[in-house]
């Protein structure tokens, strides 16, 4: 693990004692601040202005229950959660998960990388993150429906077009929003389309959103490849998981000439050396909310299905880990120098263990961290908000192309920043700094507040 600044240390050990237990929220923290040494050397008025102190400590946190009724007529409990992390450059933004695993130390962690996320996209939106420990895995439309009325007959309090937006993440798709965005309207008796992004097409939704953020993952790695002088052409990638961000960027993958021959569930791996039917997997996963095992029995002979082990075993040119935080470590990361990988992206959240980390940048793996590689659905559900602000609604083809121009800028962004700090063609130093500096003078900027 690298070292951290002597003015960066007395902040981390602050966010680690009055946080005590969110080990994801410290690791989030720790990977950020070690990045920002040669800025605070650079730059002592972020040290005075205590900006870091502030920036860690979120500005409101919201935890609430969520009681429903289940299909059998049980009542059951849930724990919902909303922290507004940093609004210095527009209104908090971020998604809502629904997972069993989401308590507080997972909210924040993703609500303290959308800070820098939502920075690099050059938009005005802040950060933020919630969700809740509901597992919708399982539980029929009319349960999901309850659920999401009853966790919105609380949040819809603390939200607003001007003053929070949040958006889908793991376990919150079209579906999920529909039912937030209904009851939101109901009780406020308002049309207030900004409020949500991830909406359905035909009710204030942005085209492009569903898939922007796979295909600006592809869009940033396009980038990364074209900055050496190559391409997608031909090249073996492997995407773990197997919903948005992952079925998303593997179809621009191969849409752009490569192959990908492999993606995940929780339940395990599917190979398949033909390339990954991407269509197939819509079916499976997003009609049928099928596992893997489903996909590989109905594609027959080309696919196997593998239940133990890891995903990264599979050799590949390109490595995009899609599905969850801390998917990929050390073990995994050597094993993927070993077999000649050349590219590691995030298209999740903190994917990749630091150790893993550390194994894949001294290998020189080109290695991009997630806030820069997947702020393509963030940065999408910010055109929905101009497009609903407006009352417009833009084609496929050119809000696709914005969002190509936004990841080559945010790409562009993090080379400069890391040639300016001394660390040329380093990703994490680029996207952290860049994204950092900012926030940091915005918050100068507006006083101590
Ligand atoms: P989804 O819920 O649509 O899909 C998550 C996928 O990951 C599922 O296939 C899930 O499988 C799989 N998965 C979860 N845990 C594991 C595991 N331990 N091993 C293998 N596979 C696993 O979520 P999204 O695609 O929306 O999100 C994926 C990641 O991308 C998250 O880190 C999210 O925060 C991040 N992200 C998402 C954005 C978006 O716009 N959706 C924007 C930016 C980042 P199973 O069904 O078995 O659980």
């Known amino acids: ?32 601040l070690e990045s920002l040494g040669p800025v605070v050397a650079k730059h002592p008025a972020y040290v005075n202005g205590e900006v870091l102190r502030r920036l860690c400590e979120p500005e409101r946190q919201i935890i609430f229950r969520v009681p429903w009724v289940d299909d059998g007529g049980r009542i059951q ?33 993703l609500g303290f990388e959308q800070i820098f996320k939502n920075s690099l996209t050059g938009l005005p939106i802040g950060g933020a993150k919630g969700g809740s420990d509901f597992d919708p895995k399982g539980r029929s439309d009319a349960e ?34 529909g039912y937030l965005f209904g009851q939101y309207k109901r009780i406020t008796n308002r049309y207030e389309s900004g409020t949500l992004t991830g909406k359905g097409l035909g009710w204030g939704g942005a085209r492009v959103r569903t898939e922007a953020t796979g295909y600006g993952t592809v869009f940033f790695v396009k980038e990364m490849l074209a900055a050496r002088g190559d391409s997608f052409d031909g090249k073996r990638v492997v995407v773990s998981g197997s919903g948005n961000v992952a079925i998303y960027a593997i179809e621009k993958v191969q849409q752009r000439g490569g192959r990908v021959i492999a993606c995940s569930d929780s339940g395990g791996y599917v190979v398949d050396e033909t390339g990954i039917d991407v269509e197939l997997l819509k079916l499976v996963k997003n009609e049928h909310r099928g596992r893997m095992s489903d996909y590989a029995e109905r594609r027959g002979a080309t696919a196997r299905f593998v239940s133990a082990g890891s995903i990264w075993e599979v050799p590949c040119e390109i490595a995009l880990p899609s599905a969850t935080q801390n998917e990929l470590n050390g073990t995994d990361a050597r094993r993927l120098i070993a077999n000649g ?70 790409h562009q962004r993090c080379l400069e920043t890391a040639d300016e700090y001394g660390s040329p063609g380093d990703y994490v130093v680029g996207a952290n700094i860049a994204g950092f500096t900012q926030v940091a003078d915005a918050m100068l900027a507006l006083g101590v507040i």
């Open 341 to 410: 990988c050349g590219i590691v992206a995030e298209g999740a959240n903190m994917p990749t263990t630091p150790e893993a980390v550390d194994f894949l940048r001294h290998a020189e793996v080109l290695f991009a961290p997630g806030k820069a590689v997947n702020a393509g659905g963030v940065a999408t559900s910010a055109l929905e908000m101009q497009q609903n602000a407006s009352r417009d609604s833009w084609s496929f083809g050119y809000t696709e192309a914005r969002l190509e121009e936004i990841m080559a800028s945010i």
């Open 77 to 109: 409990l849930n724990r919902g959660f909303r922290v507004e992390f940093n609004s210095a450059l527009g209104p908090f933004k971020g998604g809502l998960r629904f997972h069993p695993s989401v308590y507080l130390g997972i909210v924040k962690f």
């Open 1 to 32: 693990m690298s070292t951290l600044d002597e003015h960066l240390i007395p902040v981390f050990e602050e966010v680690v004692a009055r946080n005590p237990g969110e080990t994801e929220f410290h690791q989030a923290v720790r990977e950020v």
């Open 144 to 177: 999901v429906m309850r659920f999401c009325q009853s966790f919105m007959t609380e949040l819809y309090r603390h939200i607003g077009e001007y003053t929070d937006v949040p958006a889908g993440d793991i376990g919150v798709g079209g579906r999920e929003i």
